[in-house]
């Protein structure tokens, strides 16, 4: 990754233009703006696959001018948490983001993001106080200081998130309602492999054993689905059978497995509505997040 005091690396017919500068990223989204092109922006900590590529596809289907953003946050990762480990591999990124055609990427170095006297940060409410909020509360606070200074610096019409960080794309949704920022949120269904696994980061650091355990979360959200079409619809019951089929593939850790509506989080205690079963589970040293819709029979 370039320094921040670096200005940009020149653009080819093959590589996005890369720019690591948050003053240089502004004025080029601003111009293409001035020139009446939409601009989509996708914010990704790198480590790039099919899920993020997905949020670029969408964005290039729907905008005018593609730009995703490359930095892997410190402040959304806590203490012994795999900041330092987390997979960093910006030529390949740049590689994939040629294939779809992005013209912008904008990677700073953290010295460019946060300076070594910065000093404020987005507090996060109600949203954000459970499941991922409980489990790591440096995390949203992180996330959404982060996301508000790449919209200001990547004045983009539209940004794209995925479904997979459920919980984070209601707490942007909701801080940039709150905040009036002038940008409009899109979330992309999740992208799985064909075994259900969600496509993520993080799957690299499973081991062959347990990347076949960590399908047994796609395997709880088949069995929510089967027992509610069945007709259980009490949620104690269908949470206690997504359990038992966890525990039966050897998780020991279990973070949380919930059933709650889909725009506030809050938990119910039977479906008759709508509703997003929220998972999540530790592999060894790995920590897995994912979600799954589910809608009563009709």
């Not at 203490?79 to 983001?97: K, M, S, V, W």
Request: hydrophobic share 40%; aromatic share 6%; proline share 6%.
């Amino acid at each position: 990754m370039t320094d921040s005091s670096t200005t940009s690396k020149p653009a080819s017919p093959q590589t996005p233009q890369l720019i690591s500068c948050p003053d240089e990223m502004r004025i080029a989204v601003q111009e293409h703006r001035a020139q009446g092109r939409t601009v989509g922006v996708v914010p990704t900590m790198g480590a790039l696959h099919e899920g993020h590529l997905s949020l670029v596809d969408a964005a290039r289907r729907e905008c005018d001018v593609v730009v995703t953003t490359i930095f892997v946050n410190p402040t959304q990762f806590g203490e012994g948490e795999d900041l330092d480990n987390y997979p960093r591999t910006l030529e390949a990124d740049l590689t994939a983001l040629a294939a779809r055609g992005v013209e912008l990427v904008f990677a700073p170095a953290a010295g460019g993001m946060y300076s070594a006297d910065h000093d404020t940060t987005v507090t996060v409410g109600s949203l954000a106080s459970e499941f991922e909020g409980r489990c790591r509360p440096e995390h949203f606070p992180g996330v959404a200081t982060i996301v508000l200074k790449l919209f200001q610096i990547v004045p983009a019409d539209f940004a794209f998130f995925g479904q997979k960080d459920y919980q984070q794309s209601l707490v942007v949704r909701r801080m940039v309602a709150d905040l009036n920022v002038p940008i409009e949120i899109r979330v992309c269904p999740t992208i799985r492999e064909d075994d259900g696994l969600a496509k993520s980061s993080r799957n690299v650091y499973l081991s062959a054993e347990e990347r076949q355990r960590a399908t047994c979360i796609w395997r709880a959200f088949q069995k929510a689905e089967e027992l509610l079409t069945a007709g259980t619809s009490t949620t104690v019951d269908l949470i206690q059978a997504m359990r038992d089929v966890i525990r039966a593939a050897g998780v020991t850790h279990i973070d949380y497995v919930a059933i709650t509506t889909c725009d506030s989080l809050v938990p119910v205690d039977k479906i008759d509505a709508p509703v997003v079963v929220l998972v999540a589970i530790r592999i060894g040293e790995t920590r897995l997040i994912d979600n799954h819709l589910l809608r009563p029979p009709a």
